[in-house]
C-alpha cells in the first residue's frame, strides 16, 4: 500500500514570498490533515478535512495560510505572505473515515530567510 | 483544554538498558492515547495505541504502555532498547469526538551501541 505523498521535502523562500506543498493521501482515506511541526515542538494541527469539506481549522493563520482539497483526494497548502516564524516542518497525514490511526507523510520543511 | 506534557527532552541510553518515557495528559473528559515514533529520516509511525480494555498496550518492535487514568499517565517502556530504537517519541491523544491528534512536544532518545 502507498503511503502519504508529500511534495516537495525542502523548501527555502524569502519573507514575504508565496510557496505551495501538495499531498497526496492514501487511497480510500477520507480525512486528511495538515500539521505544522515547529524544531523542538511537536506537531501542531493546522486543518483537517473529511472528503473536501473542512472539519477543523481554528489553528489555521488565516490571513496568511489557506488550504483546499477539492476532489476530496490530494490536498493544497498555501502560505502567502510567509514570515520567518513560518519555518517549519508540514506534516501531512490522512485517515479513514472513523479511523483511529492517522498516517503521516515525511513532510515537507520550509526555511524562511 | 487539552494538553500532553513529556517531561523528558532527551534520554540517552546504552544498548540494553531498559526504557521508561514519560506522558501525563490533561483533559476532563475521555481520551484515546498514541505513542508514535520518527526515525531519522523517516515519517511519524504508530507505535501503539489505547482506546479502551487492558491498560497495558503493547505495541510494535517490544514497547508498551501502560494507562494509568488516576495519575493521568501513559508512559512508553521497553525493557530492552537496541541502538535502531535511537528515534523522537511523541505522545498524542484525542478525546471523544474529535479524531485529530494533540501531541507533545517530544522527547528524543539516543541508544550508545
Known amino acids: 500500500e502507498a503511503g502519504v505523498a508529500q511534495s516537495p521535502r525542502y523548501k527555502i523562500i524569502e519573507k514575504r514570498q508565496s510557496v505551495a506543498f501538495w499531498c497526496n493521501p492514501i487511497?480510500?482515506?477520507?480525512?486528511l490533515y495538515w500539521y505544522q511541526q515547529i524544531l523542538g515542538q511537536g506537531p501542531k494541527l493546522l486543518i483537517q478535512f473529511q472528503n473536501n469539506g473542512v472539519v477543523d481549522d481554528s489553528q489555521l493563520p488565516k490571513d496568511r495560510f489557506s488550504a483546499e482539497r477539492l476532489k476530496g483526494v490530494d490536498s493544497t497548502l498555501k502560505i502567502q505572505p510567509a514570515k520567518l516564524e513560518d519555518s517549519a516542518v508540514y506534516l501531512c497525514?490522512?485517515?479513514?473515515?472513523?479511523?483511529?490511526?492517522?498516517?503521516f507523510g515525511q513532510g515537507t520543511r520550509l526555511t524562511v530567510v | 483544554a487539552q494538553s500532553v506534557s513529556q517531561h523528558n527532552h532527551h534520554v540517552i541510553l546504552s544498548e540494553a538498558a531498559s526504557l521508561e518515557l514519560g506522558c501525563n495528559y490533561s483533559?476532563?473528559?475521555?481520551?484515546?492515547l498514541f505513542w508514535y515514533v520518527q526515525y531519522p529520516g523517516q515519517h511519524l509511525q504508530l507505535l501503539l495505541k489505547y482506546f479502551s480494555g487492558d491498560p497495558l498496550v503493547k505495541g510494535i518492535k517490544g514497547f508498551e504502555a501502560e494507562f494509568i487514568k488516576s495519575k493521568f499517565s501513559f508512559n512508553l517502556r521497553k525493557p530492552s532498547v537496541q541502538w535502531s530504537d535511537t528515534a523522537e517519541y511523541f505522545c498524542?491523544?484525542?478525546?471523544?469526538?474529535?479524531?485529530?491528534?494533540?501531541f507533545g512536544t517530544g522527547t528524543r532518545l539516543t541508544v550508545i551501541p
Open positions: 497525514a490522512s485517515s479513514s473515515y472513523g479511523g483511529a490511526e492517522a498516517f
Open positions: 487511497s480510500g482515506h477520507a480525512t
Open positions: 498524542a491523544l484525542t478525546w471523544t469526538g474529535a479524531n485529530n491528534l494533540f
Open positions: 483533559y476532563g473528559g475521555t481520551v484515546n
